[in-house]
């Protein structure tokens, strides 16, 4: 079933609210780069091998939120993208109607439940790290 225009306005708006909340926070975690804490640590006289790992970590983990934000945007973007083109809604892989409910609760889903359930498990693998 296609969205109505009610529906689409009201992904729109969220869409254009997360949009903002992400880049506000890639913002400000850009601007906390130099970690306070990983400041403090290295600035100490001696550092000690844990101190350091310890700051690497928090660096580490600061720029992998960056990153989570950054993909969440560009997912954005070409939610955004499907809407201009009118295939917004549509699934990536067999074409069907995503379901308004679906949309509302993770606005930039590429598939239906069902295809992406499919692709989940045909996938699943790939993020398993290997010996």
């Known amino acids: 079933m296609a969205l ?13 609210h997360q949009y903002k909340s992400l880049l506000e926070e890639v913002r400000d975690a850009l601007e906390k780069s130099e970690n306070q804490q990983y400041v403090e640590l290295i600035d100490m006289a001696p550092a000690d ?23 969440e945007l560009r997912d954005i973007e070409a939610s955004r993208a499907r809407i201009a083109d009118g295939s917004f809604g549509t699934c990536t892989d067999c074409g069907g ?35």
Do not use: M
Not at 4 to 16: A, F, G, H, V
Not at 102 to 122: D, G, I, M, N, V
């Open 97 to 131: 109607g995503i379901g308004f409910e679906r949309l509302l609760a993770y606005p930039t889903a590429k598939r239906c439940f069902s295809c992406q359930r499919q692709h989940e498990k045909t996938y699943a693998h790939e993020g398993n790290p290997k010996l």
């Open 49 to 71: 091998s844990g101190d350091q790992a310890t700051g690497d970590a928090l660096a580490d983990l600061n720029l992998a939120i960056i990153d989570r934000h950054v993909r």
């Open 4 to 16: 109505t225009n009610i529906q689409c306005s009201k992904l729109e708006r969220k869409l254009d």
